[in-house]
């Protein structure tokens, strides 16, 4: 789930830095580990030693399980806690279905997607137009991330003429989306990837995407999102281990 992930403390930046990788999967490996041990005790013999027991004739025994109900809820938030999204807003701890949700009050457009024919994909939504070629730059770090986004014009990525850019765009046209802009992309009801069914972009390579949103207390670090099951982190800014997915809004 995505809003495990967002349990952030402020951190100093004197402090000895950390890989985010570690930060965002602390909270799932705690998770699995309670899973592991309710399962063990939802055993045969972990139910024996657990919960209530008759004894009808004296030699048979019938064990008395708990409430399916009540067991499914411990699982969806066993800690019943509140969860929230990247920017702190409460929200739905089992929460399963696309993100703009959340974001838009309006209907979700069908089909949501248009492929343009240029190498471009345009969110019928938000109106923003996104690259189609996912893969069109290599890891950077988040400087470098902008600065190759800003550099993005007509004929770029590949030879491949249904990737190959194509609508007539200049240099400063493209920009790094922005935490929100990502984020309204992602379906938490899909993996591999976390986005809507009916998305035409190409394939998404392991790892994450940089957004252009810096944290508010730590400039030194930038907001990221992995695509493949849409959980949201943050990363070093001076990290080469992003990948680029440019944005731009339709010329006026």
């Known amino acids: 789930m995505v809003i495990k992930m967002h349990r952030f403390s402020f951190r100093s930046s004197k402090k000895k830095k950390t890989s985010s990788i570690i930060e965002c999967i602390g909270s799932s490996l705690i998770f699995s580990l309670f899973v592991m041990h ?52 409460s929200m739905p701890c089992d929460f399963k279905r696309p993100y703009a949700e959340l974001l838009f009050d309006k209907t979700i457009p069908e089909p949501r997607f248009i492929d343009n024919k240029n190498g471009t994909v345009t969110d019928s939504l938000t109106g923003l137009i996104w690259l189609k070629n996912t893969q069109c730059f290599g890891m950077m770090d988040w400087e470098g991330a902008k600065r190759a986004a800003k550099s993005l014009k007509d004929g770029d990525c590949g030879s491949d003429p249904a990737l190959i850019l194509s609508d007539g765009s200049s240099a400063g046209d493209w920009r790094l989306p922005t935490m929100n802009e990502l984020c309204a992309l992602i379906d938490y009801s899909r993996r591999n990837p976390a986005l809507p069914p009916d998305q035409l972009f190409s394939d998404f390579p392991p790892g994450y995407y940089w957004s252009a949103t810096v944290l508010d207390y730590h400039p030194g670090m930038a907001w990221i999102v992995y695509i493949e099951s849409g959980t949201t982190c943050y990363d070093d800014i001076k990290n080469h281990a992003g990948h680029i997915w440019p944005v731009r809004r339709p010329k006026e």
Not at 55 to 61: D, H
Not at 63 to 85: G, M, Q, R
């Open 38 to 89: 309710y399962l063990h005790l939802s055993s045969p013999n972990g139910i024996a030693n657990n919960s209530l027991s008759e004894t009808p004739n004296g030699n048979e025994v019938r064990v008395v399980s708990p409430e399916p109900d009540a067991e499914l809820a411990d699982i969806v938030n066993p800690f019943k806690s509140t969860c929230y999204d990247w920017e702190g807003h």
